[in-house]
């Protein structure tokens, strides 16, 4: 199985407002850069969306290391949340619907094509990849201001 280090970042300028999110795959010496906006979202729907349309592009089962400045992606794995929030009908530990369970719903079934590992790491902080990322992210909300 191949080990693919996917790197992704979300942004948005006002939450709700235009968002934008970037994906970059590396395999190697491979890389691969996916980015995308939406003109009326959220910051945590980029997010989820950076990783989608990063694990979506893979074309086989790999091992993945998805490095990401979210504490909503990583804690949904790393945390459990997920399972409790299937096992409840989609519902938080309050009784409150879980948001955005549309892109939850397709992060989940993409994690089971996968060996998904999430590390979060701080935003902002000179990591090389999350930078580039942020960066791209930003770029891409920017074509609806």
Known sequence: MKTVF?????A???NPGPGGWCAYLRFGSSEKVLSGAEK??????MELS?????????????????????KYVCDAFNKNW???WQKKGWKKADGKPV???DLWEQLVKL???HDVNFQWIKGHNGHPENEFCDKTAVAELQKFL
């Not at 996917?6 to 979300?10: E, F, P, R």
């Not at 009326?40 to 729907?45: A, D, F, K, S």
């Open 6 to 10: 996917l790197y992704t970042d979300g």
């Open 12 to 14: 948005c300028s006002g």
């Open 40 to 45: 009326h979202t959220t910051n945590n729907r």
């Open 50 to 70: 950076a990783v989608i349309f990063g694990l979506s592009a893979l074309k086989e089962p790999c091992k993945v290391n998805c490095i990401t400045d979210s």
């Open 82 to 84: 997920l399972n409790s």
């Open 99 to 101: 948001i955005n369970i």
């Open 111 to 113: 994690t089971t094509l």
